[in-house]
């Protein structure tokens, strides 16, 4: 098992990714309170340049310094494709770790495919079951031939939570020693039954800024329409520094196969061209390693 990855280094994951889902969320804040609109690829595209080390919106900070205490060593690396394929998800993402520990080799290299939305101001996520061009088949279902490992990453003003949950979302709540992974929850519970901390406003938009559907999940709850309430995928959704810190990192998602790592890289080429080939917008490789 991977006896590196410690708590203390998993919350040096999640870091960045509390800041760039507090950066989008409170960018979704200010344009709600001026009326107005925000094009969700500018939203993508702030997305990955976050994750971009060389970027000056870069997000990962003194992680990068804190890792390095651990004799671990990040580097990304970000293409941004120009091809024009019909069909794609947004991103591609890439895990590539090599780390040492111990007299042991720990090395892993996979991908998962993201396809990212917006909620609207009226509190709907449009196009959340659209069909793909002119043809019959959903983005989802597109997404999931390829990979089972595919997700929709959501863009969401984090006042909405409090007006479509029935309870906060609880985080940051402190387990037993040695157990990193908080509560997490958008509404199974009652506020009378619960006796802890919730959540303030800068740590709400640090939360919930960007949540992660699984498109399995956005598979099986087509509706026959084509936009979605946010109310009514919200308890099939997660944080997205949980998903990065707690699922991707440890390597609980993730696809390892060649076919799919070609894909998120952007290095797959067209048949007699054939544009209908998956691809993907932005490619984001994150790498990190112990030598």
């Known amino acids: ?47 990955v340049d976050s994750l971009d080390t060389s970027s000056i919106e870069n997000v990962w900070g003194g992680s990068i310094q804190l890792l390095r205490d651990y004799r671990i060593y990040l580097d ?48 709907y996520v449009d196009d959340f079951y659209h069909k793909v061009g002119n043809s019959e088949i959903k ?20 006042s909405f939570v409090e007006t479509y949950s ?19 929850n958008f509404g199974s519970f009652g506020f009378d039954t619960l006796n802890i901390p919730f959540l303030s406003s800068q740590q709400k938009a640090e939360s919930t800024g960007i949540i992660v559907v699984p498109a399995l999940a956005v598979e099986t709850n087509d509706n026959g329409g084509r936009r979605a309430r946010l109310q009514d995928i919200i308890s099939n959704c997660i944080p997205l520094w949980y998903w990065f810190g707690e699922l991707l ?20 080429e067209p048949d007699s061209g054939n544009h209908n080939l998956l691809a993907v917008d932005f490619s984001v490789r994150i790498g990190f390693s112990n030598g």
Do not use: H
Not at 100 to 120: H, N, P, R
Not at 166 to 184: L, V
Not at 249 to 265: N, S, Y
């Open 76 to 123: 990304t690396q970000i293409r941004k494709s120009t091809k024009e394929y019909k069909t794609g998800a947004d991103i591609g993402l890439i895990i590539n770790r090599q780390v040492y520990e111990k007299g042991k080799s720990y090395k892993a290299t996979y991908a998962t495919l993201i396809q990212c939305k917006k909620v609207t101001e009226q509190g």
């Open 139 to 158: 983005q989802s279902s597109l997404l999931l031939d390829i990979t089972p490992s595919s997700f929709y990453f959501v863009f969401i003003p984090p």
């Open 1 to 47: 098992m991977d006896v590196w990855l410690k708590d203390e280094i998993k919350e040096l994951f999640f870091k960045p990714c509390l800041t760039l889902s507090g950066n989008i969320g409170r960018k979704l804040e200010n344009r709600l309170r001026m009326s107005q609109s925000i094009d969700e690829r500018a939203l993508t595209e702030l997305l």
């Open 166 to 184: 029935t309870i906060e979302p609880i985080a940051f709540s402190k387990g037993a020693p040695g157990c990193s992974s908080p509560i997490w």
């Open 249 to 268: 990192i440890p390597g609980f998602i993730g696809d390892r196969r060649e076919k799919i790592i070609k894909i998120a890289k952007n290095t797959m």
